[in-house]
């Protein structure tokens, strides 16, 4: 592959991996690299230097490391799809084109380039070469019996769960499998289900469109507040007690023992959503509800956070009673999840590979929202992270008068795509405060750039001093 880099190592007294770094860094920048571009071998290019092939994988290492370049077996090293050219004045081909953000902090989105596809492809490909002939068949509606025993064992292992293969239903993701929860219960009976506010609409709608009726119940700084559950008419409640979205609250210890004994009081269900629950980044994650209650908790998780939404597997671990009506609804819904997939996954999770690959996206993520909150405070952008370090996303309150909604509008403008509270409010708020920022799948150089913007954008308050 013939490149014409853009690369000079004649600065006196500055050292050649300084100035090949800053050469390349300024390339990308600038624009003269292109999104996607493929650089040359590490030693096709220390041999057209005159320089060390370990000194040029350093400065690729390096590159990578702050996101302008990405590094692929078999694929070579790229210039990051998520690499922007710096700006203060945003120019028409960067603004948004067809909904996809130039600046994409939306949340609930994970690194996207980091999907580990050569680890995806080996254990794929060796499933298929290793799967019997009837596994080629329709598949099993409860999922493939050898991929719910290694999540058993993964979930008992990582987050505590009380999980055995029996009362494992394996989904395409947290909403067939809420899809799934709620029409089952509307069918034993289940009228009302209480569910956190603020929280994701899209929940809301699912538990609707079953034939259920929704009561939300507020949050603060604690997590979900119980008190606030009626005693009569609420037959489930809906909560993300590991990190709740989108204030970033961990339900309180005090709080748990309380939901759990209102469920027991009322013959009521938990349904456990532990959409992030292996990235906590100041300490070791709590542990599920449903470890404490597995007779009164339902817990539902997926690969949509720790490995891409396009993979569409999740998992239900519910009570003995729930299985084998969850089962009869799945099947109805869609005959069983793909085979292949459930068995590529059962590999990737029994080689160590899905715990190394979590480790390597929970530093990540801890490295991304460090940089967000000093691009906040360095371009003296009025708004403040709050709510637990853990996830791929936070939610940042607001440190003036300027309403949520207004600041998603001029971010939106120049190309900066997060939400303000109110998407998430199923309520009236007379008063919203904040906005929800990821930081998933943006590098952290990135981050500083759209901080830098938007700080212009929202005027002298937020201007850098």
């Not at 037959?235 to 209102?262: K, N, S």
């Amino acid at each position: 592959m013939e490149l014409l880099l853009p690369v000079e190592l004649s600065a006196p007294g500055q050292p050649r991996r300084v100035q090949l770094e800053s050469a390349l860094r300024e390339a990308v920048r600038g624009g003269r690299l292109a999104a996607g571009q493929r650089l040359p071998a590490s030693r096709v290019l220390a041999e057209d230097l005159g320089i060390s092939r370990r000194l040029v994988v350093e400065v690729y290492t390096q590159l990578a490391a702050e996101g302008y370049l990405v590094s692929r077996p078999g694929s070579g090293t790229c210039v990051s799809d998520l690499s922007l050219p710096p700006t203060t004045e945003v120019p028409d081909a960067l603004r948004p084109a067809d909904g996809v953000p130039r600046w994409d902090l939306r949340p609930g989105i994970p690194t996207l380039s980091a999907f580990p596809r050569h680890l995806w492809r080996r254990a794929w490909t060796a499933a298929l070469a290793s799967a019997a002939d009837s596994d080629l068949g329709y598949p099993d509606p409860a999922g493939h019996p050898h991929l719910r025993r290694v999540l058993a064992d993964y979930l008992g292992r990582v987050r505590g769960v009380d999980a055995e293969p029996r009362r494992l239903v394996i989904c395409a993701g947290f909403t067939q499998g809420l899809h799934l929860l709620a029409h089952t219960l509307r069918a034993r009976g289940a009228r009302t289900v209480a569910v956190e506010d603020p929280g994701l609409p899209h929940r809301a709608a699912v538990l609707r469109q079953a034939g259920l009726a929704v009561l939300p119940v507020p949050v603060d700084a604690d997590g979900l507040l119980v008190e606030h559950l009626p005693e009569r008419g609420v037959d489930a409640v809906l909560t993300t007690p590991a990190h709740q979205f989108p204030t970033g609250a961990i339900l309180a210890p005090a709080r748990r023992e309380a939901l759990l004994a209102w469920a027991g009081r009322c013959g009521a269900v938990v349904v456990e959503d532990d959409y992030d629950g292996e990235f906590r980044f100041d300490r070791r994650a709590v542990g599920c509800l449903q470890g404490r209650s597995p007779d009164r908790v339902v817990y539902l998780g997926s690969t949509s956070k720790t490995l891409a939404p396009a993979v569409r597997l999740g998992w239900l671990v519910c009570p003995a009673e729930l299985h084998t009506e969850l089962v009869a609804t799945k099947f109805l819904a869609d005959h069983g999840s793909p085979t292949l997939d459930q068995l590529a996954l059962a590999r990737l999770v029994e080689a160590g590979d899905y715990d190394r690959h979590i480790r390597a996206a929970r530093t990540r993520y801890r490295t991304a929202r460090h940089a967000l909150d000093l691009a906040l405070r360095r371009h003296r952008v009025p708004l403040r992270l709050v709510g637990t370090a853990a996830g791929v996303q936070t939610l940042a309150t607001r440190l003036d008068d300027t309403h949520p909604d207004e600041v998603t509008a001029r971010a939106r403008a120049i190309g900066i795509a997060f939400d303000s509270i109110t998407r998430y409010r199923l309520g009236p708020d007379p008063n919203p405060d904040g906005v929800v920022l990821g930081y998933g799948n943006i590098a952290p150089h990135a981050l500083d750039e759209a901080i830098g913007l938007l700080a212009a954008a929202l005027g002298p308050a937020g201007r850098a001093g």
